[in-house]
């Protein structure tokens, strides 16, 4: 069997949507796999490298995909996705034979201690939709709905809480940014959730849908528009520049056929409300059941 984009996407719907692995034909080849899979899923991360696992795993970190192999894991990478985490390489079967696996497991996103304390049932809400409720009720008790968000609007970092949303563990991709040369050339200064962001995540989309720019871009028909993001779906995540502050611009998404919805909060705390809240106009919480991060850039340790 040769190994493609298909092959994986059979294998892993085989594997069901809870916890699971499989050893695959000594055949296939780990690295075609890992590749395959970092097409799909972004840059891995490290679990375990020959036969040494890295001592920072925990739950966060997908420590549940090494769980079916004890000690016989030889090399494991994982990918958070969604609510799933996701991981292959090789490991020794019972009878020691070291062999390609895949494995999935259930990943959940970390929350903070304001969100983890709501009760189950306190908003009288039941399902789904009542668990996501009540996760927003927890943030919106600690916050005004719709504070400014400098990325420390009303006492909230939102830069950080969407560190937190996404369950993201790595250091900064991007912390030497030159963010004055940019500026200059840009000809304004930009929001610092924005550079935050940029700096912490680098090059990648929330969701595997919303790509964070890199250099925000001039709206091509509408001057006064700067463009820090964008979708699939054609959608344009910009910043009205009016006023002296930028970490004051307002946010204003342009949809693939021109219409503008206006928001009055900043870049980070827009991305947390659109990852976290299912009734958000642009919500991408109905799609996947845990917020994620899918990094582009390729992972320099792929052998």
């Not at 690295?31 to 395959?36: A, F, M, N, R």
């Not at 054609?234 to 946010?251: I, L, M, N, Q, S």
């Amino acid at each position: 069997m040769e190994l493609t984009h298909v092959t994986v996407r059979d294998l892993l719907a085989r594997l069901g949507p809870g916890n699971g692995h499989v050893y695959l034909p000594h055949e296939f080849d780990p690295q075609v796999l890992t590749k395959l899979l970092a097409d799909a899923y972004g840059t891995p991360r490290t679990l375990v490298l020959d036969g040494f696992t890295d001592p920072t795993v925990d739950e966060s970190r997908g420590a549940a995909l090494l769980a079916p192999f004890g000690d016989r894991a030889v090399k494991i990478r994982a990918w958070a996705y969604g609510n799933r985490w996701i991981g292959t390489g090789t490991a020794r079967n019972e009878e020691g034979t070291e062999l390609p696996v895949l494995v999935v497991a259930g990943r959940e996103v970390p929350v903070s201690p304001q969100v983890a304390s709501v009760e189950d049932g306190e908003d009288g809400e039941d399902g789904e939709d009542g668990d996501w409720l009540r996760r927003l009720a927890a943030v919106h008790r600690e916050v005004p709905a719709l504070t400014r968000a400098s990325g420390t609007g009303g006492g909230v970092d939102w830069s950080r809480r969407l560190v937190e949303i996404t369950g993201w563990t790595r250091p900064a991709r991007r912390p030497d940014v030159d963010w004055a040369e940019m500026e200059s050339r840009l000809g304004t200064a930009l929001p610092g959730d924005y550079k935050r962001m940029v700096e912490t995540f680098g090059e990648g989309a929330f969701d595997g849908e919303m790509q964070l720019l890199q250099e925000p871009w001039t709206h091509p028909r509408e001057e006064g528009l700067l463009t820090w993001a964008g979708s699939d779906q054609e959608e344009a995540y910009c910043w009205r520049t009016v006023g002296g502050d930028p970490d004051r611009w307002p946010v204003v998404v342009r949809s693939s056929d021109g219409l503008d919805t206006h928001f009055d909060c900043g870049a980070a705390e827009l991305v947390c409300r659109v990852l976290l809240d299912p009734h958000h106009p642009y919500t991408l919480a109905r799609y996947y059941g845990t917020p994620w991060f899918m990094p582009f850039m390729p992972c320099p340790d792929l052998p």
